[in-house]
T-cell receptor, first 113, second 114 residues
């Protein structure tokens, strides 16, 4: 069982909808991440939070809005998405600092219609 | 600019034999490398990592070799098992301001036949 839990597992939304992806970890990790993976492509970093503060934004469009309410939770708010945003959205966590590996959740499969 | 490349999209190996997965990188700022395994409908699972100051790291059936001069790393799985069949990603990472940013290769599909 993965120690990073993502909900929902699948999401279908229209281009005018507002939805949120949720991620939770209870490993005491203080760094959390959002990655995006398109079909047959590698995961690509979107955002990094360190100690609940946004530390990296990889020039992600504003229709994606991350939020870190506390050290265990990470949300990704979605609004006015495009069909090309359909992808697997992966959340990950790690201890901050050093070269600790990222622990990934199983992802949310998002389809934008 | 693809900083991490896995040039073999797929690899087929017989059970019990060695699987060798290769990865090349161009970014000399990477100071650690990781291998992840991914099953369908699951997130990537961490396998093994290596610091750029080392040339080998071993963990059970998995060994990663790093050749900095050639900017090449490889993952050896011995002996290979059918349960190892998955997509394998190598990734490079750097500390400092780029901490937490992993750059992944395209992945190699490993199939281990019984």
């Amino acid at each position: 069982d993965t120690e990073v839990t993502q909900t929902p597992k699948h999401l279908v939304m229209g281009m005018t909808n507002k939805k949120s992806l949720k991620c939770e970890q209870h490993m005491g990790h203080r760094a959390m991440y959002w990655y995006k993976q398109k079909a047959k492509k590698p995961p690509e970093l979107m955002f990094v939070y360190s100690y609940e503060k946004l530390s990296i934004n990889e020039s992600v469009p504003s229709r994606f809005s991350p939020e870190c309410p506390n050290s265990s939770l990470l949300n990704l708010h979605l609004h006015a998405l495009q069909p090309e945003d359909s992808a697997l959205y992966l959340c990950a966590s790690s201890p901050p600092g050093g070269y600790s590996p990222l622990h990934f959740g199983n992802g949310t499969r998002l389809t934008v219609t | 600019d693809q900083q991490v490349k896995q040039n073999s999209p797929s690899l087929s190996v017989q059970e019990g034999r060695i699987s060798i997965l290769n990865c090349d990188y161009t970014n000399s700022m990477f100071d650690y490398f990781l291998w992840y395994k991914k099953y369908p409908a699951e997130g990537p699972t961490f396998l093994i990592s290596i610091s750029s100051i080392k040339d080998k790291n071993e963990d059970g059936r998995f060994t990663v070799f790093l050749n900095k001069s050639a900017k090449h790393l490889s993952l050896h799985i011995v002996p290979s098992q059918p349960g190892d069949s998955a997509v394998y990603f190598c990734a490079g990472g750097g500390g400092g301001t780029s901490y937490g940013k992993l750059t992944f290769g395209q992945g190699t599909i490993l199939t281990v036949h019984p």
